[in-house]
């Protein structure tokens, strides 16, 4: 129950889905959670007051991961609310599939944005602070593995966050820093049935 006391993490795209399992997870097992969220403000206040009903401390921030100066107040918000930073998971994503004709710019630019870029600035504005002991995880996805069809776009993001993880794991490493990911596999959640990858029936 309490293997997390006294640590402190932040979890992005946590206002629902796996982010919010996760969040809901890391405070059952003692940690103090930053629920970090883009645009569902009541879906990370309801995450942060399951975690309160059950004894546990968190704190909701709205950032968007692909901006500088919000992932830097994000940091900075953990740090102030709870005097410290252990554990950074980096959750936030998006996926679209479609046909490689349907291929745009614009679909390239949000997947990568959000799910490569928002990776690098939370891990990058998080490690000064981490110090021995603490810990980066990346969720990544399977589809690196399975590669199906009309995922060009989604796959190409997943395979760089292994890239990234691995670079990053030699990187900080030294440091004390751990960075790991983890590679899901289709998980049915709000964003899974929006995007028509579950069916709603």
């Known amino acids: 129950?309490?293997?997390?006391?006294?640590k402190v993490a932040i979890v992005t795209g946590a206002s629902k889905g796996i982010g919010a399992g996760i969040?809901?997870?890391?405070?059952?097992?003692g940690a103090q959670v930053v629920v970090s969220y883009a645009s569902s403000a009541s879906g990370a206040e309801q995450v942060v007051g399951d975690i309160q009903a059950a004894g546990g401390k968190a704190l909701a921030v709205r950032a968007d991961v692909t901006n500088k100066a919000e992932v830097d107040a994000l940091v900075n918000a953990a740090i102030d609310h709870f005097g410290r930073?252990?554990?950074v998971v980096n959750n936030a994503g998006v996926y679209?599939?479609?046909?490689?004709?349907?291929?745009?710019?614009?679909?390239?630019r949000e997947q990568f944005?959000?799910?490569?870029?928002?990776?690098?600035?939370?891990?990058?504005?998080?490690?000064?602070?981490?110090?021995?002991?603490?810990?980066?995880?990346n969720i990544g996805s399977n589809v690196t593995r399975v590669l199906p069809a009309e995922s060009a776009i989604y796959s190409g993001t997943k395979g760089a966050i292994d890239a990234i993880t691995g670079v990053l794991a030699r990187e900080?490493?030294?440091?004390?820093?751990?960075?790991?990911?983890?590679?899901?596999g289709l998980v049915e959640t709000e964003g899974t049935h929006a995007a028509g990858v579950i069916g709603s029936d």
């Open 172 to 184: 900080l490493g030294p440091r004390g820093i751990r960075v790991n990911a983890v590679n899901p």
């Open 113 to 137: 944005d959000i799910n490569v870029l928002g990776p690098l600035l939370v891990a990058g504005a998080a490690a000064p602070h981490l110090g021995n002991g603490g810990s980066i995880v």
């Open 96 to 108: 679209q599939f479609a046909r490689i004709e349907e291929t745009t710019e614009a679909r390239y």
């Open 85 to 87: 930073l252990d554990i």
């Open 1 to 6: 129950m309490n293997k997390l006391k006294g």
């Open 23 to 29: 969040a809901r997870q890391l405070a059952a097992d």
